[in-house]
Nanobody
Framework: QVQLVESGGGSVESGGSLRLSCAAS????????MGWFRQPPGKEREGVAG???????NYHDSVKGRFTISQDNAKNTLYLEMDSLKSEDTAVYYC????????????????????WGRGTQVAVSS
């Protein structure tokens, strides 16, 4: 059974930091393209960051220089380090995986992914 479980969300002040984790089971993260997506209230899901099977990454322009995606293959866990948080980052954040090497553009397309976590809430106060 494939399972992706996000953790690390919570409430933070503008300018603060959070690190989200996605613990995977039933897959090996090093063999999957992995991504972080978010859904702000009242808006559609959007790609935040992705990492392909060779470690290449892509980020949404709005988070470049502030967020970092990484994975620890020994722990089978994906991370999203979020710094300099803004109120606009408030959203439910989802972890996703697919057993393919995605091109960089597709890393940020939710339609490209097959497996999803249930999400973790991030609330950034202004």
């Amino acid at each position: 059974q494939v399972q992706l479980v996000e953790s690390g969300g919570g409430s933070v002040e503008s300018g603060g930091s959070l690190r989200l984790s996605c613990a995977a089971s039933g897959i090996t993260v090093g063999s999957y393209s992995m991504g972080w997506f978010r859904q702000p209230p009242g808006k559609e899901r959007e790609g935040v960051a992705g990492i392909d099977t060779e470690g290449w990454t892509n980020y949404h322009d709005s988070v470049k220089g502030r967020f970092t995606i990484s994975q620890d293959n020994a722990k089978n866990t994906l991370y999203l380090e979020m710094d300099s948080l803004k109120s606009e980052d408030t959203a439910v954040y989802y972890c996703a995986a697919v057993f393919r090497r995605l091109d960089l553009r597709s890393l940020l397309r939710h339609q490209a992914y097959h497996h999803w976590g249930r999400g973790t809430q991030v609330a950034v106060s202004s």
